[in-house]
């Protein structure tokens, strides 16, 4: 690809700013509505509504959960079974080498670890953390973003957008500012 | 859910609940009040605090010097009792552990919103509980430069852990325990730095807050997966922290040693690990709600339903105690008869005494609503039951080692100056992690004390309802 959004959009998007919860959620519902794709609202705290509005896909999340928990059980069980059994058999009080029930709590506690360490990665990976520079920090009322005020930003790549046209649609939105997001 | 609105709400109907958060907050009052506990200069008392705890760090310090050159003989461990103080504190700091994630992720599941002012603070004490453990067993072993021998990985002796012994189950138990348990305090922490990354002034502050905040900026997309990721975690962390005192217990009760041989430990382990627990976090919050101001968040709510918590589990340890007793009477082994009695009335006779007295008596006063409802009273029991339940290990551990089958094999055990040189440092390593927590960190969980305020939108996965307040 030849043309990097730089060269394309001298900027990266608009940014309205709400007071209220309510106000974004009414704002986000109508953004969806006009047909915006490249949408996004940064809140202070998670708002279920506001995924709804976006109609967001599902999370991911789950699969990778269960993928990582599975791999770690079989991983547990196979590293005692072939370790026990196979690669360095010890008669232990005259206990079978393949004494199962003793294998269980290892076996248990790598699939949690195994599931958790995918939930946590798998999180950060899904959200594309860490992201040490993204434009919306240009904006210096966006510092309060993790405090109480709620935003929402309108890509300029998205194929509906017009710097003029999409400020006003913002404003008509209860925005009590809008301000341009650069690169 | 039904809310109670105004007109069908009346008090005889319902008995008051004191409210999770005080009425007139809103998320900017929240956040400001939260995060400047860590903004703020640092106040005077928090210098003498700390230096207190690094001072008993130092002596931990100290004591394993002492115990690296010259080895565990400096303990009183010795036949018979091979475990002692060792193992005594590594059962009682990693019980102590249990409460954090017993708030941070089963209370979450039953949407239990009150958890959310104290789940951070008990998270911080569930790690810092179990680094002081986790010490235990490596400087058990004697050599504890070759602890990683305990790890199963390739090496040049051919060689690998017995993994039917629940030593190494408890190698596993507790090694995932510790980290799983940072993991979930870090992802809780993520939007809470972000936060401090925003408001700190100084650029040094808003370097250090933001490279662990990894660039969160409360895209909706990120919650949402976040959200779900949390839920995961809690879900995950709920059969694990019951896994871990259970395995911790099976190193006693897959032993022939008789008081240690019980179907019940596990249970009975579970549940006195969720009793320290809740009185440690108890001793903790209410010296430290005092000293930030915090009255607003931790309330008389969270007072009230940890002491219930408490009289709770506490019960269940006494009906423990009732049943060890019964199990050897009922068994008709000689040995296990003996051994009750010689709890009971053999030489530790005061430690028993003792135990009963802290864990099993005054514990009752929270049947008391006004005790209850009292930060002094309260914080008086807590202390009680955290000598208690140490007691509980002493009792469990050597008292039942000293005296096995063949009389001439008895003798007394005693800690010496180093186990509790030993002892008094793990609790400075815990004080003084503790202090540079409150103070380098948010130790109420801002993002989400934000959605439990009146005018917060939403209502999450992670809140709960936000119309529990009382008109």
């Known amino acids: 690809m030849s043309t990097t959004p730089h060269a394309k959009h001298p900027m990266y998007g608009l940014m309205a700013e709400f007071h209220t919860a309510e106000e974004l959620i009414e704002a986000v519902h109508k953004v969806h509505e006009a047909g915006f794709h490249n949408v996004d609202a940064l809140t202070p705290y998670p708002i279920e509504e506001v995924a709804h509005a976006l109609e967001l896909p599902r999370s991911k999340m789950p699969l990778i959960v269960l993928g990582g928990g599975i791999t770690g059980g079989l991983a547990g069980y196979m590293l005692q079974y ?50 040490p520079y993204h434009p919306v ?38 925005a009590s500012e809008v301000s341009e997001v650069a690169h | 859910m039904a809310t109670l609105d105004d007109a069908s709400y009346s008090p005889a109907a319902k008995p008051y609940k004191p409210p999770v958060v005080a009425p007139g907050h809103t998320p900017a009052t929240v956040t400001d009040k939260i995060s400047s506990v860590v903004l703020q200069r640092t106040p005077k008392w928090w210098y003498v ?14 004591a394993v010097t002492k115990l690296f050159l010259t080895g565990v003989g400096i303990w009183g461990i010795n036949q018979p009792a091979g475990w002692g103080f060792d ?72 060689l690998w852990p017995q993994f039917r012994s629940p030593l190494i189950w408890d190698v596993f138990a507790v090694s995932t325990y510790a980290t799983v348990s940072l993991m979930f305090w870090y992802v809780g922490l993520v939007p809470d730095l972000a936060t401090l990354r925003d408001r700190s002034k100084h650029k040094l502050a808003k370097i250090a807050y933001g490279i662990p905040a990894m660039g969160w900026r ?49 249970p009975y382990f579970v549940a006195g690990a969720v009793y320290a627990g809740f009185a440690m976090v108890l001793t903790l919050a209410l010296p430290l709600r005092a000293a930030f101001g915090l009255h607003d968040f931790i309330t008389q709510r969270h007072l009230q339903n940890m002491a219930k918590v408490m009289l709770a589990t506490g019960l269940i340890v006494v009906y423990g105690y009732a049943m060890e007793i019964f199990f050897a009477w009922y068994s008709g082994n000689h040995y296990e008869a003996f051994m009750a009695m010689n709890r009971v ?22 049947w008391i609503r006004k005790i209850r409802n009292s930060p002094f009273w309260l914080f008086f029991v807590s202390m009680f039951i955290n000598v208690g339940m140490w007691l509980e290990r002493y009792i469990i551990i050597p008292v ?15 800690g010496t100056i180093w186990d509790w040189a030993t002892f008094i440092g793990t609790i400075g390593l815990f004080l003084s ?22 005018d917060a939108k939403g209502g999450t996965n992670l809140g709960g309802e936000t119309t529990e307040m009382p008109r």
Not at chain 2, 137 to 145: A, D, N
């Open chain 1, 137 to 174: 920090f240009n904006v210096p009322r966006f510092a309060l973003a993790s405090r109480d005020l709620y935003f929402l930003v309108i890509e300029a790549r998205d194929p509906k957008f017009d710097p003029e046209e999409t400020r006003r649609f913002l404003l008509d939105l209860h």
């Open chain 2, 400 to 414: 039942s080692l000293h005296r096995d089958f063949l009389p001439s094999s008895w003798g007394m055990y005693r």
């Open chain 2, 87 to 158: 193992i005594i504190n590594f059962v009682w700091w990693i019980g102590i552990g249990h409460a954090g994630t017993l708030i941070s992720a089963i209370l979450l599941l039953l949407r239990q919103e009150w958890r959310t002012s104290i789940n951070r603070f008990a998270e911080a004490m569930t790690l810092f509980a179990v680094a002081c453990a986790g010490m235990y067993p490596v400087l058990h072993t004697g050599r504890p430069w070759l602890a990683y021998w305990l790890l199963p990985y390739p090496n040049t002796m051919g």
């Open chain 2, 345 to 366: 009335l053999g030489p530790y006779k005061y430690h028993w005494m003792t135990l009963i007295l802290c864990n099993a008596i005054v514990p009752q006063l929270l």
């Open chain 2, 49 to 62: 605090a700390f230096g207190v705890s690094f001072f008993l760090l130092m002596i931990f310090m100290m």
């Open chain 1, 82 to 131: 072939w370790s026990q059994v196979l690669e360095y058999p010890m008669n232990i009080g005259g206990r079978p080498f393949h004494s199962w029930p003793a294998f269980i709590v290892p076996t248990f506690e790598m699939t949690i670890l195994f599931a958790a360490l995918s939930a946590v990665l798998g999180m950060f990976a899904l959200n594309g953390l860490p992201e």
């Open chain 2, 218 to 266: 409360g895209s909706v997309k990120h919650w949402h997966n976040y959200e779900v990721a949390y839920l995961l975690l809690a879900g995950l962390s709920t059969p694990l922290v019951l896994s871990v005192h259970t395995v911790v217990s099976f190193d006693f009760a897959i032993g022939i040693i008789p008081g240690w041989h019980a179907t019940i430990f596990p």
């Open chain 2, 433 to 454: 992690l503790l202090f540079l927590f409150v103070r380098l960190l948010p130790m109420i969980s801002i993002f989400e004390m934000r959605t439990l305020v009146p």
